[in-house]
């Protein structure tokens, strides 16, 4: 498809599982982001991933986040022991210049 | 450190009538500033975007948008509005190298018929 895609769009899980969000950016775009909107928020930064450098992960929340990306495309956000607070709508970005192009999003509900 | 604010959470407006949304940023370089729509269901949809030379900046959908550096302002404005324009509504802010987007908390737009 010509736009970003992730999966799943829904995930329920129960607190202290792992969850894995995949992410599928535009081809050619060089850029990777993720971002996390909170019910009522605003989006909030989490990690941005550029080429072949190391990965800016200063907005991760805590030690339980990380996220990789394989071969400068697919991109896995991976939450470990998953908490309540965690339940978010988690949202992927490319861009090849300066306008972000964003998917559906995974709405990540952790009962 | 860098911040966007909406003071607007939601915001009521008749069918037809214009509509002015709110943003101002704290960003103590020349911003790159940016509106994004998010509809019900849907991802995000950038409608206007503001990196330098006109102030006034128009978008898709009828929107646009005027940066006024001594307010620290970039508001949202349509003249008139339609029932699809019903959405929520973010203003942002690139800050650093890496193009990471500062995000506002969004104002709800609901139309009256």
């Known amino acids: 498809g010509a736009g970003v895609s992730q999966s799943p769009s829904n995930k329920v899980t129960e607190k202290g599982k792992d969850v894995e969000l995949r992410c599928d950016p535009i081809?050619?775009?060089?850029?990777l982001y993720w971002y996390r909107q909170s019910l009522g928020q605003g989006l909030e930064f989490l990690i941005y991933f550029q080429g072949n450098s190391a990965p800016d992960k200063s907005g991760l929340p805590s030690d339980r986040f990380s996220a990789e990306r394989t071969g400068g495309s697919v991109s896995t956000l991976t939450i470990q022991r998953t908490q309540q607070e965690d339940s978010a709508v988690y949202l992927c970005?490319?861009?090849?210049?300066?306008?972000?192009?964003f998917g559906p999003g995974t709405r990540l509900t952790v009962l | 450190a860098q911040s966007v604010t909406q003071p607007d959470i939601h915001i009521t407006v008749s069918e037809g009538a214009s509509l002015e949304l709110r943003c101002n940023y704290s960003?103590?370089?020349?911003?790159?500033l940016f509106w994004y729509v998010q509809s019900p269901g849907q991802g995000l949809q950038l409608l206007l975007k503001y990196f330098s030379g006109d102030t006034l900046v128009q978008g898709i959908k009828g929107f646009e948008a005027e940066f006024k550096r001594s307010q620290s302002s970039f508001n949202l404005r349509k003249p008139s509005v339609h029932w699809s324009d019903a959405a929520e509504y973010f203003c942002?802010?690139?800050?650093?190298?890496?193009?990471?987007?500062?995000w506002g908390a969004g104002t709800k737009l609901i139309i009256k018929p």
């Open positions: 970005a490319s861009s090849f210049t300066n306008e972000q192009f």
């Open positions: 942002a802010v690139v800050v650093g190298s890496n193009y990471q987007l500062i």
């Open positions: 081809s050619g775009h060089t850029a």
């Open positions: 960003y103590g370089a020349t911003p790159y």
